[in-house]
């Protein structure tokens, strides 16, 4: 039989319809391998030494429970307002504070004691995203020899900005744990290596493998997709006009967390210099769907505000008795009507100044008729564009360079229309995330066995504690 999964994320799903592409692809490598899933419940607790069972699941879902304290300064500090900004090269935003490290360093150490309770010699662990970048140094600490896969989900940051950490080798030792670590685009493995380089204790195999002490770690790229052939059946699906009386003539659709690595600002701004130059009695839209995110961050109450003034302001300057060209949703959309909205839309914006890939701009190639597909409009910046390439491709910086690519989109000829989105879609079927999930876990268990866990003061492990 072959060895089980171990998923760790910071979150779980919670109850029997929990849904999105990551629950997906591990719910069903789960149970492949009869694995389990291990996150932090959504409600805070005692910060108690013990995992336990979650309801709901066909897998079995473990849960930790973090303090209110800790939700405070691990989750919604450290987490999200040091290293989120950080991968997203806003480095100005970065609220250092030393409760927030010794609160990160203390939860991933937790974390470690209650995987290594639970883990057999042969599992293989399959730890997601920046809140666990020190997970691996704290199981090996703990003796676990085990073949142990990092996925990042967002940007890897760039060698300048990580000096902003408190201890900045720190980084590079965390990372040096895994034995596969996985990122979303070539740019972010190049950054990764680039990081390596640039310290004098990292050595390069010939298999470009990154050797740091005695540990041995592959580096590569796995782009993250959608479920896909769900997600198109679920756009073809019909159901009642999501506008009812008030659907516009031509629209372009925005979906996204409000978060300021997204671009909806200057996105809003492109789109009301379009408005200025827009041919002569066409009345188009923006429709932008944006439920709120990390509400009690300052970063993210300022963004919010911004927002709303910008589409308050420029409402006020275009808008008709009869026409509202911004129609701005602070709110979760159910999934089902998002898939409805891609498909009626003439484009799609995504304009971010940094993103991991951007499951939007491949849930909206997927949702469209392939006989009288939308355009979509895609951020250089966002990982998908790696890829994505047969998007209209645009600076984000750049206000008029999005407003002409909305013009483009606006005239589009059929012919052009269903051969970009052929060929996107060709991209978003290759990078599904059942392939995703397949072929990372496939490599990680191809990577050598570390036959035994490093001692204190190795290189590749430095303090734990
Ligand atoms: C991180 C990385 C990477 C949004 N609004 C609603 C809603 N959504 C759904 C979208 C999409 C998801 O949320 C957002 O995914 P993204 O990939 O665009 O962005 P992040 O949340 O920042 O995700 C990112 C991803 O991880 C995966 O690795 O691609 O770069 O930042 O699925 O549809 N869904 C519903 N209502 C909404 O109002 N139902």
């Known amino acids: ?35 389990i899933w291990i996150g932090a419940h959504p409600d805070p607790g005692a910060g108690e030494e013990r995992l336990e069972p979650v309801e709901g699941g066909a897998e079995t879902r473990m849960a930790f429970r973090l303090t209110e304290e800790e939700m405070s300064d691990y989750y919604l500090g450290f987490a999200n307002s040091v290293l989120w900004p950080l991968c997203h090269r806003r480095v100005d935003l970065v609220d250092m ?40 140094q704290e199981l090996r600490a703990l003796g676990l020899t085990n073949r142990i896969g990092f996925f990042l989900h967002v940007p890897f940051p760039s060698l300048g ?5 408190p201890k900045p080798d720190d980084f590079a030792d965390w990372l040096a744990d895994f034995d596969l670590l996985g990122f979303q685009t070539q740019g972010d493995v190049a950054r990764c290596l680039e990081m390596y380089r640039a310290d004098p204790r990292a050595e390069f195999m010939m298999d470009g493998t990154v050797k740091m002490g005695s540990r041995i770690t592959s580096v590569a790229a796995f782009p993250i997709g ?20 008030e659907a516009p003539e031509w629209f372009i659709i925005g979906v996204d967390r409000l978060d300021y690595s997204k671009g909806i600002p200057g ?16 009345r188009p839209c923006l429709v932008q769907i944006a439920p709120p995110t990390r509400d009690t961050v300052k ?81 250089r910046f966002a990982g998908a564009a790696e890829d994505m390439s047969a998007a209209l491709l645009v600076n984000p ?40 999930a397949d072929a990372f876990l496939s490599r990680l268990r191809k990577c050598p066995p570390t036959l035994f866990a490093p001692e204190p003061g190795d290189a590749g492990m430095k303090s734990a504690g």
Request: hydrophobic content about 45%.
């Open 1 to 35: 039989m072959s060895s089980r999964l171990i998923a760790i994320s910071n979150r779980i799903p919670i109850g029997a319809n929990a849904s999105g592409g990551l629950v997906v692809a591990l719910r069903e490598a789960l149970a492949q391998s009869k694995g």
């Open 97 to 136: 504070q030393a409760a927030y490290e010794r609160s990160y360093r203390a939860v991933n150490a937790r974390v470690a004691r209650l995987v290594a309770q639970m883990a057999r010699p042969d599992d293989v662990i399959w730890v997601h995203d920046y809140h666990f970048f020190p997970l691996a």
């Open 161 to 165: 900005d990580l000096s902003v950490l």
């Open 226 to 245: 959608i479920e896909t052939e769900d997600f198109r059946a679920q756009a073809q699906e019909g159901g009642p006009n999501p506008f009812g009386r």
């Open 267 to 282: 996105r809003f701004r492109a789109f009301g210099r379009y408005l200025e130059t827009r041919p002569e009695g066409t």
């Open 299 to 379: 970063a993210y109450q300022d963004i919010t505000n911004e927002l709303e003034s910008i589409a308050g302001h420029l409402n006020g300057a275009f808008a008709e008795l009869d026409w509202t060209p911004f129609r701005y949703i602070h709110r979760k959309v159910e999934r089902a009507k998002l898939a409805r909205l891609y498909r009626m839309a003439e484009a799609c914006a995504v304009t971010s100044l940094a993103d991991g890939m951007n499951l939007v701009a491949k849930e909206f190639v997927a949702a469209q008729d392939a006989d009288d597909p939308g355009v979509l409009i895609l951020s």
């Open 397 to 436: 910086h750049d206000i008029e360079d999005m407003a002409r690519a909305i013009g483009r989109a606006f005239e589009m000829p059929l012919a052009e229309r269903q051969e970009r989105n052929a060929a996107l879609m060709e991209v978003v079927e290759r990078t599904d995330v059942a392939q995703w």
